[in-house]
């Protein structure tokens, strides 16, 4: 799996948007970028993916760069609940099972 | 509703003796892993099974080892805990297929090795 940088932290305040950038120079074309969010002591819990065009659901929206070596999560309107260690993720979507291997994330703070 | 559930959620044990983390989901996911998270790291991966009666190897299986008699269960057994091993364990499973390939994960297992 491509190895992808992402800030240690950022800060948003609330109502704001908030970007969050990830970089993955080195992905494949068969390779999907994927966000989780890590809400203090609980699971990770999945957002949204995408392969090259831009993804929107309920939660937010993910850009990738014509190149696919960049991407960026939005949170169109962030509140204090989404305060948590965000974690960009490349594999590759097979059949059988995905091993997503996490790297250490983007803190964000969502403050008043 | 459809969940993943791990036990215990925390548990204190000494040096040397075996440990088992449950881990039980209802979706019938085919797919179900284990990771440990540690101050400093990500999640890293510890084993993973595709299905019944298989199980593979992670970056850091050494100590730890897993068994899948059915789809539900995959428990984690410590064969000697080792100080080394406390951490925050978490369970995951996803479905097979084309699906999305999202993973749910459990809420956790504190472990504890005095």
């Known amino acids: 799996d491509a190895k992808t940088t992402q800030p240690p932290s950022m800060d948003c305040a609330e109502g704001r948007a908030a970007n969050l950038p990830c970089n993955h120079s080195?992905?494949?074309?068969?390779?999907?970028v994927y966000w989780y969010r890590q809400i203090h002591s609980q699971g990770p819990q999945y957002i949204i993916h995408?392969?090259?065009n831009n993804e929107t659901n309920e939660m937010a929206s993910l850009i990738i760069t014509e190149d696919r070596k960049s991407s960026t999560l939005i949170l169109p309107h962030a509140t204090l609940r989404d305060t948590a260690v965000y974690y960009c993720?490349?594999?590759?979507?097979?059949?059988?099972?995905?091993?997503?291997?996490f790297g250490t994330g983007t803190q964000l703070k969502v403050e008043l | 509703d459809a969940e993943i559930t791990q036990s215990p959620r925390h548990k204190i044990t000494e040096t040397g003796r075996q440990v088992t983390l449950a881990c039980h989901q209802t979706?019938?996911?085919?797919?179900m892993f284990w990771y440990r998270q540690d101050l400093g790291h990500g999640l890293r991966l510890i084993h993973y099974?595709?299905?019944?009666?298989?199980?593979n190897k992670g970056e850091v299986s050494d100590g730890y080892s897993v068994s899948r008699s059915n789809t539900e269960d995959l428990p984690l057994t410590l064969e000697s805990a080792a100080s080394s091993q406390t951490s925050v364990y978490f369970c995951a499973s996803s479905e097979s297929g084309t699906g999305t390939g999202e993973l749910f994960f459990g809420e956790g297992s504190r472990l504890t090795v005095l």
């Open positions: 979706w019938n996911h085919n797919n």
């Open positions: 099974s595709y299905g019944v009666q298989d199980t």
């Open positions: 080195t992905i494949s074309g068969n390779e999907y």
């Open positions: 995408g392969l090259k």
């Open positions: 993720i490349v594999t590759i979507l097979t059949g059988g099972g995905n091993k997503l291997t």
